[in-house]
Structures are given as structure tokens and as C-alpha cells.
């Protein structure tokens, strides 16, 4: 009779679930509430293996939100940079905000937990905004230049933008109720795409 035998997982694959473990954990329980035995748990792994792939929990937590936020902004911006024009930016904030929640885990420990860990703030300041800033300043100068957008600072613009595609991602917690229908969360994406495009003021003739 054959037996198969299943094959180790490698470094990056437990690397990862370390990660994910990390941030579910982190979000529920919180940094300081979830201990190393419980991630390591979480994640199928011994507790000395968490230390083999991070020096510290510290470590894991700076990982974690750095990590996902550049996924999350660089398939934003991805999008952006791929579009047909530059007026479709509506349907793609539409898309991303009401995709946003499903990466509400990693939102709420970068959120929370950015408030008492300077250091972890300044990384995701450093490594990640500032970087992502950049590249969306970059493309609406691009549309200022062709005259589809007016003429302002477009890095204000661009952090404006970015601001308003994260708080997106709270709105199924925050700023809507939590059983709001897909019709109300389409409301609210298209509501915000409608702003940051035409503003509020009523047009003058």
C-alpha cells in the first residue's frame, strides 16, 4: 500500500501563518492581551518556533501593520495607475471602499495599537505612508497637469484621498451601523467618491 507523506512547511509558509495568527489575535484580544503561547497556538506552531522567525512580539506587531498596509495601498495605487481615465477614480474608490472591511483585523491594529507603541507609528509613518504618499501625489499632479483636476497642492490632495480610503474601511463598525445593507455601504462609497471628486459646495453659474 502507498503511503504520502505530507512535506514540512518551509520558512516563508510558517512565516506567515505566524502573521495571520498575529493579526487576528492582535485585533480581538489586543497586543498586550494576547501572550506568545496563545499565537503560537493560533498559528500550529511551538512557541520557540515564533522566535526562530521574529527577535521579539514587538517584532511580529511592526510586521504585521507594515505588511499589510503597503498591500493594501500598493493594490490601491495599482489600480489608480491602471485606470482609463482619470475621472473612473470614482469606481475605484467605490470598489475599495466597500472591499476595505473585509481588512478590518489589520485596520483595527493599526489603529489601536499605533496609539500606544510610538515606534510602531513611526514605521508605518516612514516605510509606509510617506512612500504611498508619494506615488499618489505623483498621479494626481499627472491629472493637474492635463487639466482634469484643478490646480492645488497635490499632496494634499493625495493625503486627503488616501485619509478618506481608510476611514472607508471603518465605516461597517463606525460610522454606519454594523447591519447596514449593501445598498447603504454603496450609498456611502459613492457619497465619498462624489466628494473628494466635486466637493459640497453647489455649483455656481
Known amino acids: 500500500m502507498r503511503t504520502f507523506h505530507s512535506s514540512a512547511p518551509s520558512e516563508a509558509e ?3 501563518r505566524i502573521l495571520k495568527a498575529a493579526r487576528r ?7 498586550d492581551g494576547t501572550t506568545t503561547r496563545e499565537l503560537a497556538q493560533a498559528a500550529g506552531v511551538a512557541e520557540g518556533t515564533i522566535f526562530r522567525h ?3 512580539k514587538k517584532a511580529i ?5 507594515t505588511q499589510g498596509w503597503i498591500e493594501i495601498l500598493t493594490d490601491l495605487l495599482t489600480e489608480l495607475s491602471e485606470m482609463g481615465s482619470y475621472k473612473a477614480i470614482a469606481q475605484v474608490m467605490r470598489r475599495r471602499m466597500l472591499n476595505l472591511h473585509q481588512n478590518a483585523d489589520l485596520l483595527r491594529v493599526c489603529f489601536m495599537e499605533a496609539q500606544f507603541h510610538p515606534d510602531l507609528r ?5 516605510d509606509v505612508i510617506e512612500k ?4 499618489a501625489e505623483a498621479f494626481f499632479e499627472t ?3 492635463q487639466g482634469i483636476y484643478r490646480r492645488m497642492n497635490p499632496r494634499i490632495v493625495a493625503q486627503v484621498f488616501l485619509g478618506m480610503f481608510t476611514i472607508a474601511g471603518f465605516s461597517r463598525d463606525t460610522i454606519m451601523p454594523e447591519n447596514s445593507s449593501p445598498q447603504a455601504m454603496l450609498e456611502m462609497a459613492e457619497g465619498m467618491a462624489d466628494i473628494f471628486l466635486n466637493g459640497v459646495l453647489a455649483p455656481t453659474s
Open 14 to 16: 510558517t512565516q506567515t
Open 25 to 31: 489575535l492582535f485585533a480581538r484580544q489586543g497586543y
Open 54 to 56: 521574529f527577535e521579539s
Open 61 to 65: 506587531l511592526i510586521e504585521v501593520a
Open 122 to 126: 513611526e514605521r508605518i509613518q516612514s
Open 132 to 135: 504611498m504618499t508619494d506615488v
Open 143 to 145: 491629472a493637474m497637469d
